[in-house]
């Protein structure tokens, strides 16, 4: 197989010099409901001290300077769970960026949702439009919240965003490359994540940054979410810079 030089240099590589400091940190927030189970609680109250981990994360990763944060808040997959439990995560994800809305501009924060719209309930819709409007202009930390997200659903997006291209006569087939693919992706322009954590114990990636995640560092974390905070977070650095990273070379 051929392949262009343009094909070569399209694996981003994080920005800081010595590599230690993780440009993006992506996060699957898993094991609210088994936090729970073991204390007898709801699963409601599992994803109650699960948002107030989201907040003590927000904060800390804002603190440490780190440019961009991921959180898989919910999948395109979690709509399989019983109504009940699905409307209170809706409720709840309306709840935070109503209540943490001022908070999260007053840090500087900007917010930006990825994941599927069209479906969604139009309070929800324009709550999470609302606020990526207000904190548009913000230059601290950049919050993605994958909301409603599957890793494969965004490449069928972007597939069928190209595909429409080519017939329109805008791009040659021949001419396709990394690139056209991943401007087209929720998070064009923004570098991959250097790590992903997962929190529960589960060593698996559900369908979360399917493209962007194939050179990111994994870190499988024996703590349920609603436990995970700033201190956590910053175990989870530590243990970034002590990896080396290849991306393919020596
Ligand atoms: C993560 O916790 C929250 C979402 C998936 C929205 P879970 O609800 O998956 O908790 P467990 O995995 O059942 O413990
Ligand atoms: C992944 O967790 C999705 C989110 C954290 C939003 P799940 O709990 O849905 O994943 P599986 O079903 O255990 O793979
Ligand atoms: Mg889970």
């Not at 995560?89 to 007053?106: A, E, I, Q, S, T």
């Not at 529960?200 to 979410?225: C, H």
Request: charged share 25%; net charge negative.
């Amino acid at each position: 197989m051929t392949q262009s030089a343009d094909t070569h240099a399209q694996v981003s590589i994080p920005s800081k010099e010595d590599g230690s400091m993780p440009s993006h940190v992506a996060i699957i927030c898993d094991g609210n409901g088994r936090w729970a189970k073991q204390r007898g609680l709801p699963r409601l109250e599992g994803h109650r001290r699960g948002m107030e981990a989201l907040r003590k994360t927000i904060q800390a990763a804002s603190e440490l300077g780190i440019p961009y944060l991921s959180i898989f808040a919910f999948s395109s997959e979690n709509w399989r769970r019983p109504v009940q439990e699905v409307s209170d995560l809706m409720g709840l994800l309306r709840l935070f960026v109503r209540r943490d809305l001022n908070d999260l501009h007053k840090r500087n924060v900007r917010v930006k949702i990825i994941g599927e719209r069209v479906g969604l309930e139009s309070e929800i819709l324009s709550d999470l439009i609302k606020t990526e409007e207000l904190t548009k202009d913000n230059t601290g930390l950049t919050l993605l919240i994958a909301f409603n997200y599957g890793g494969r659903q965004e490449l069928v997006a972007a597939t069928q965003a190209i595909a429409q291209d080519v017939v329109a006569g805008k791009l040659k087939v021949e001419d396709i490359n990394l690139a056209d693919i991943e401007q087209r992706l929720y998070t064009a322009g923004i570098p991959d994540p250097d790590i992903v954590i997962r929190t529960s114990g589960e060593q698996r990636i559900s369908n979360f940054l399917t493209w962007q995640t194939v050179y990111s560092e994994f870190l499988f974390l024996p703590v349920f979410w609603p436990d995970f905070d700033g201190e956590a977070l910053n175990v989870a650095i530590e243990e970034y810079g002590r990896r080396e990273r290849r991306f393919g070379g020596l």
